[in-house]
């Protein structure tokens, strides 16, 4: 059994300047209802991202975005790099990322 107590003190993590207190955020908002950007801005945000990042080669990788899950597609050269092309689709504003990328053999 674990008995540890988690307590939360806002000063010792400097949130006193903030005008809310980030432990008592509702973190359960629906996707649905929230505004988000067109599926073009997104595309261009995805492409944005994989164009900057260090981590993946954007040339090797082609995304499609409908409704604002984006697909993406091609040949990455390992795991690392595909959970990167992952994660840059998500900086991007997609709200779900499809991943068909396939690793080099």
Known sequence: RNYLDVGYDSVSYGYD???WDPTLY????????????SDQVILD??????????WVDSDQVKVKVD?????????VDDWSERE?????AMEGGAIKVVN??????
């Open 100 to 105: 068909k990328l396939d690793l080099k053999d």
């Open 26 to 37: 509702d973190y359960d908002f629906d996707i649905e209802t929230t505004q988000r950007k």
């Open 45 to 54: 945000d995805i492409r944005s991202e994989l164009f900057w990042s260090p």
């Open 17 to 19: 300047f903030y005008d």
């Open 67 to 75: 409704d604002g899950i984006a697909t993406l597609t091609g040949e």
């Open 84 to 88: 990167a092309a992952t994660e840059n």
